[in-house]
Structures are given as C-alpha cells and as structure tokens.
C-alpha cells in the first residue's frame, strides 16, 4: 500500500511534467528606444512658465483612438484590493494594499510598470526574477504598501490610450486617491517606475509635487526615443512631443528625484537629463555593465528599506553609487509567492499555498488535489508540483511504518505534531523513467483514521531552494 502511493504521486509527478503548463506569463514589454544621437552632449534647459500649467492648458490631439477592455484578475485576499480611483477621464481600476487593520497611517509607493499598456494584470505577485523584476513586489514584499494603477483607456477603463499624456494626469489622480485612503500617511507617498513607466513617474514629478520622493528606473529624456510606434498623438505637431518629453521641465521637480539604469540600457538618456539641469533634486545614477532590467529586483529592494527608514517630518532619503553598487553585487533573493488559502470542511483542514498556483481535483478512488503554477518560468515557484491527498486506514501503527518504510527507501525522517495531532517529515528524492532526479519532500498527519498528505516536487538543479516554500505550507497546516 505504501508503495503504491508513493508510485502513484511519482506517477502523477511524471504526467504533470510531459503535460506542461497551458499558459505562459509574459511581463509587460520593454521599450525599445532608438540609439542616442547626442551622446553626453549637454543641451540647452528649454524654459517654461510651469509644466503643471503647461500641460493643463494643452489639448492633445490624438491620431488614433485605442484602448482594451482585458480582464482585471482578482488580486490575491487580504494582499490587495481591486477599486476604483476617480480620475480626469472617469473611474480608474488599480490594485491597492489592503487596510492591515492596525489603526496605523503607513508609507505608500505607487509603481507604474514598463511598456505601453495602460492595464493591471496579475503582475504584482508573478515570480520577481532577479535578473528582470518588473514587478515592484520588492515594495509590499518589505511591507511598503503598494498601488497598481491602471490608466485612461486600459481594462475597460473610459477614454483611450494618450501616449504620456493624460497618464500624467491619472498618476496625480492616483495619488489623491491613496492619500485618501484613511491607512495611508498623506505625507509619505512615493512613485516609482520603470521604462515607459519611469517616465511617466518623472513627468508626474515635473508635473506635482505631492510625491514625497520618486524612484525612476530606466526613463527617456525625449519621448522620440520610445518605441514610437507606440505613439496615438499627432506626430506632425512638436509640441505634442515637448509635452511628453521630460528634458524640458527639469526645474519643476520639487522633491527628490532618482533616476537609476544600465549603462547598456538607457543610460546615455539619463547622462544627457544629468548634463540638462543644475536641479539639486534630481540625482541621476548610472551602473555601469547593467542593462535596463538588472538594476530593478536589487535597487527596489533598497528604496523599500529607505522609504521604511524615511519616518520624519521631512523626506530623508538619499543615495549614492556606493550603495546601488553594493546592491548589485549582493545575492539574488527568493521570497516567499503571495499565498491563498484551502479549506476542505469535510476534512477539517486548512493550509496556504502560493496563490499563482492552479489547483486540479485529480482524485482517483482516494481524495487528491494537484497544485502547479500556470506559468512555465524557471524558478521554485513555477517549477514545483504539490499533490495533497488523504485517505482512511485502520492500521494503529500506519504512521510509523511510513516513517520506517520512508527511511528504507533513502527518506530522511523526522516525528512531529501538526495542530496536536501526530506526523511525519521526510525528504528524499524520486528519479523518474527519463532519469530526471527530483528533490521530494513530505509531510504525512494522522488525524483519527484519516491520513493527509502533502507532497512536494521540485528538480533537483534548485537545490534547497525551495525549502522555504515547502516549509510555508507546512507551517500553514490547521486541522480543525
């Protein structure tokens, strides 16, 4: 009987592997701007009576009408809420940290992604890889809350896609939304982005001064280096470019400023912004070897910990190369997937798991779940399988021979207690027919004359990386 379970699990491990995931996760896409022609070439600061009163008093003309009405998917509860926030072009859809019910006013950051699009999708709590984190999870991961917007023409939302321009209007919106928000410290919130989104985020500083301090990861100081396909404006008109081009409303910036990228990625554009303006407020940082991805899942680590730190009446927040450099250089960090919850009344028994994770009843005489990622990605949280099964058995002594039966095939076991009643960890490994080695572990709970399961896949190139996951699950076991 023992064996026949562990080979039925190995089994479904197999099937779970030739079947693959239906669905791929695609990041928002990146910019794509043109090859500098200026260079470090310092160019004259156009001036202006104001970009706020510019920006106001110009109407855009737009070229072509787009927008989309794709599906907002439901964030995970109690992490994120779905709402909307009144804008100039009507009611906007956003994901918002939930009140954590402490009677605390907290710092917020809104993060504006990169690409075109002006929709959410489920993003924010996707794998953050180390080596392309568009995801700005680093922020509520650390326990900054967050806001998503979306923008005018996106989801659903009214009106249509304007290319840099009515979005700078939906970014303040935002922020009179959060400050709203009777959990949220009016006075500590911050914007950050990345690409396209990073200049959004430094238009939105150009055009106010709300934000307590801003993060831009990656922006263009002329708009014609976007992707100008992209572009729904009237070309012909320049000063439909000047007014979503950040290089002439330096000196409007009011508040801390970062601008951060690779060398290899835009960092000739954030050179010519340095060389533009003798605003104090704007620190311009450049890393050198970096492309326009790498800097984000270590330097959003770091502004979390700064805007965490950054408690005074005042903002206090700098940076200097020293410290985004020892940034790059540290580890890679695996954190822990945004968890949702099962519950079986039937069992009695409740536990997380990653929220990202599909789950199918694939029970065959005894109760079985299957648990797996509907991305592909290589990473622990996209990689592993779960199976959760449970079953009767009138053996006074089952629980022990697993453990003995478990050791004999390479298991290295342990006797615990999950909610007072009896188990098991084990950890070993399982090969399958193609000779691929897979790390198991395992987690087995009387309760009665039922039995519970839950079981654990991973190859074996992730090491122990996966522990952490596991062991949150375990953690999260109640038995009713």
């Known amino acids: 009987m023992m064996r026949k379970r562990l080979a039925a699990a190995l089994l479904a491990l197999l099937m779970m592997a030739a079947a693959g995931c239906s669905t791929d996760k695609e990041g928002p896409a990146p910019d794509e701007p043109e090859q500098p022609s200026q260079g470090d070439e310092k160019t004259p600061q156009q001036q202006s009576s104001g970009f706020a009163a510019a920006h106001d008093a110009f109407q855009t003309k737009l070229a072509r009408e787009e927008s989309d009405d794709d599906e907002v998917p439901a964030p995970p509860e109690g992490l994120f809420d779905l709402v909307k926030y009144p804008s100039k072009a009507g009611d906007l859809a956003a994901y918002v940290s939930s009140d954590p019910g402490d009677g605390q006013k907290h710092p917020m950051i809104i993060w504006v992604v990169g690409g075109w699009g002006n929709g959410i999708d489920e993003f924010p709590w996707t794998y953050p890889a180390w080596d392309n984190d568009q995801t700005g999870s680093a922020f509520w991961q650390a326990g900054v809350l967050t806001m998503y917007p979306s923008f005018r023409g996106g989801v659903g939302n009214p009106g249509n896609y304007e290319a840099l321009f009515g979005e700078v209007d939906d970014i303040a919106s935002a922020y009179e939304y959060a400050a709203s928000l009777p959990y949220v410290d009016p006075n500590r919130i911050y914007l950050g982005g990345h690409s396209t989104g990073a200049t959004r985020a430094l238009l939105a500083a150009e055009y106010t001064d709300k934000f307590r301090a801003v993060f831009c990861f990656g922006p263009v100081d002329e708009v014609k280096y976007h992707n100008n396909t992209q572009f729904t404006f009237d070309t012909s008109d320049e000063q439909e470019f000047k007014m979503r081009s950040p290089i002439h409303w330096l000196e409007d910036v009011k508040n801390p400023v970062f601008l951060i990228e690779g060398s290899e990625g835009n ?22 070897g970096e492309d326009h ?3 984000l899942a270590p330097i959003t680590r770091l502004a979390a910990q700064k805007i965490l730190a950054d408690t005074g009446a005042e903002v206090d927040i700098t940076l200097t190369q020293e410290e985004l450099e020892q940034a790059m250089a540290g580890q890679p960090e695996i954190p822990l997937p945004a968890m949702s919850r099962y519950r079986s009344d039937d069992l009695g028994v409740s536990f997380e798991y990653p929220y990202i994770w599909q789950v199918q009843d694939t029970s065959d005489g005894d109760f079985q779940l299957t648990m797996y990622s ?9 990689m592993s399988s779960f199976y959760f099964s449970a079953y009767q058995e009138s053996d006074a002594g089952y629980l022990e021979g697993m453990a003995e039966f478990l050791e004999m095939e390479g298991y290295q076991t342990e006797k615990t207690e999950v909610s007072g009643a009896p188990a098991i960890l084990a950890s070993g490994q399982q090969t399958n027919d193609n000779g691929s080695v897979f790390n198991n572990r395992f987690l087995l709970v009387q309760k009665g004359d039922t039995y519970m399961e839950f079981d654990f896949y991973i190859h074996e190139d992730f090491g122990s990386d996966a522990d952490p996951l596991f062991q949150a699950i375990v953690d999260s076991v109640a038995l009713n």
């Not at 960092?267 to 050198?288: A, H, P, Y």
């Not at 509907?374 to 996209?382: C, G, K, R, T």
């Open 293 to 295: 991805f790498s800097p």
């Open 374 to 382: 509907q991305y592909e990605e290589d990473n622990v949280w996209d």
């Open 267 to 288: 960092g000739d554009r954030v050179k010519n912004i340095q060389n533009s303006t003798d605003n104090e407020n704007i620190r311009c940082f450049v890393l050198e």
